[in-house]
Every structure is written in C-alpha cells, then in structure tokens.
C-alpha cells in the first residue's frame, strides 16, 4: 500500500447504512486528535471524477451497458486518486472515503455480472497500489436500509431531487450487494472490519473510531496514547 505516512480509510455498505454520517463523526473525532482529515468521496471526488458522478448515478450511462459503466467508474477512481488520494497520503493526511473499490466490486461485480478478468484488469489499472489500509463494512439488512433510503428520499423530494438510480433497485439485488460486502470482508480480514449498522449511531462511532485510533498507534502515532480514548471522546 502506497500511503507514504497517511492514512487511507474507507467506508462500504448498501443503502441506507449510514456511511455519510459516520464518516462526518470519524472526521470530527481525528481532528479533535490533532490529525489533518480530508473527506472525499466515490464517484467523485475530484473535479473530473464529480463530472463522471453525475453521469453514473443519474442513469445517463446505462443504455451503453454495464461495461461502459465500469470503465467510467474506473476512469473516476483514477482521477480521483492522482488528484486528491494520492496527493493527501503523501502529506501524511488520514484519508475518509466514502465508498472506494469494493463497491466496483459488488455493483459491477457481483450484480452487473462482469467477467472477473476485466474486473481485475479495471481495479489493476485504476488503483494500482492505493488499496486502503482500513476499510469499514456497514451491515445492515437490505429491506431495513431501503427502507432508510426511501425516508431520506421522500426529504429529498421535497429539496426537488430524487434517489439516484442504484437506490430505485429491488430488495433481492441490494440483499445480494449486501453479502458481496460480506464476502470481501471474509475474504480480507485484515483490511475489512464489519460494523452492524443496526446499533445506535453512537454506538457505531465508538466501534470505528475505537478501531482506527488502535490502527493509527500500531503505525507509529503513538501520541494517540496520551488523548482521550474514542469511547471517552464520544460519551
């Protein structure tokens, strides 16, 4: 992994997991540690990249197939990573990013039934060496964080927009994303940490920043040693 001193953070998880608002606190939480945070996100990002986001989530993609699509989010990933991630590592910044290349993986992947060959030849090019170093999993069961995702859009609605196409999807296709994200973590224990979505956001908080500030000390911040725990910061 090609951090240079950084940090590099992901978060994953289907709709509704609340990725958004654990990153917000997690960001707070480092800070208050003294640690330089950036937040981004996927697709997205970079100036190039939130061009392609509005491409890929309105749905503007889609009638050139599943291939094209990937090859956008891969052009995104790229993008994004030469012109935020990347440059952010190497100043030695903690990077939160809201959704990274497991969810290529599953969307593309696992749903978009895409030959693992061209994934892997997407994920080779795209993101070369910048895998995070930590990446969170939120759990939630598919109609439960639909379920979420629809009250959050039913605001939206009122703010004259809508859901983007991926959250108008039937249950069984989120429920199989779902146990993709599962599957990855199982695969890599050592990066994916699954965190149930269905506790409190307190609690949740306490869980990821526990498990980051235990990741920053084993690479050498041990100042960390000296400031507040993240479950005494967040009570």
């Given at each position: 992994?090609?951090?240079?001193?950084?940090?590099?953070?992901?978060?994953?998880?289907?709709?509704?997991?609340?990725?958004?608002?654990?990153?917000?606190?997690?960001?707070?939480?480092?800070?208050?540690?003294?640690?330089?945070?950036?937040?981004?996100?996927?697709?997205?990002?970079?100036?190039?990249?939130?061009?392609?986001?509005?491409?890929?989530?309105?749905?503007?993609?889609?009638?050139?197939?599943?291939?094209?699509?990937?090859?956008?989010?891969?052009?995104?990933?790229?993008?994004?990573?030469?012109?935020?991630?990347?440059?952010?590592?190497?100043?030695?910044?903690?990077?939160?990013?809201?959704?990274?290349?497991?969810?290529?993986?599953?969307?593309?992947?696992?749903?978009?039934?895409?030959?693992?060959?061209?994934?892997?030849?997407?994920?080779?090019?795209?993101?070369?060496?910048?895998?995070?170093?930590?990446?969170?999993?939120?759990?939630?069961?598919?109609?439960?964080?639909?379920?979420?995702?629809?009250?959050?859009?039913?605001?939206?609605?009122?703010?004259?927009?809508?859901?983007?196409?991926?959250?108008?999807?039937e249950i069984d296709v989120h429920e199989q994303r779902r146990q993709g994200f599962l599957d990855i973590a199982m695969r890599e224990p050592v990066r994916c940490h699954i965190v149930d979505a269905r506790q409190s956001i307190d609690e949740i908080?306490?869980?990821?920043?526990?498990?980051?500030?235990?990741?920053?000390?084993?690479?050498?911040?041990?100042?960390?040693?000296?400031?507040?725990?993240?479950?005494?910061?967040?009570?």
């Amino acid at each position: 992994m090609q951090t240079n001193g950084g940090l590099f953070v992901s978060f994953e998880g289907g709709e509704g997991a609340g990725k958004s608002t654990q990153i917000r606190l997690l960001a707070e939480h480092l800070r208050a540690l003294g640690l330089p945070v950036i937040t981004t996100r996927e697709p997205g990002g970079s100036a190039g990249a939130e061009a392609l986001r509005h491409v890929l989530l309105s749905g503007a993609a889609e009638p050139f197939g599943i291939r094209m699509e990937a090859l956008l989010f891969a052009a995104a990933r790229a993008d994004h990573i030469d012109c935020v991630i990347a440059p952010a590592l190497a100043e030695g910044k903690v990077v939160l990013c809201d959704r990274f290349v497991d969810s290529s993986r599953v969307y593309q992947g696992v749903t978009g039934n895409l030959e693992p060959d061209l994934m892997a030849a997407l994920e080779r090019v795209s993101v070369r060496n910048f895998m995070p170093d930590l990446t969170f999993m939120l759990d939630l069961p598919a109609v439960e964080g639909l379920a979420r995702a629809r009250r959050r859009a039913g605001l939206a609605a009122i703010r004259a927009e809508s859901p983007d196409r991926f959250e108008r999807e039937e249950i069984d296709v989120h429920e199989q994303r779902r146990q993709g994200f599962l599957d990855i973590a199982m695969r890599e224990p050592v990066r994916c940490h699954i965190v149930d979505a269905r506790q409190s956001i307190d609690e949740i908080a306490r869980a990821i920043s526990s498990k980051t500030d235990t990741v920053l000390g084993a690479r050498g911040l041990r100042e960390l040693d000296r400031l507040p725990s993240a479950s005494a910061a967040l009570q």
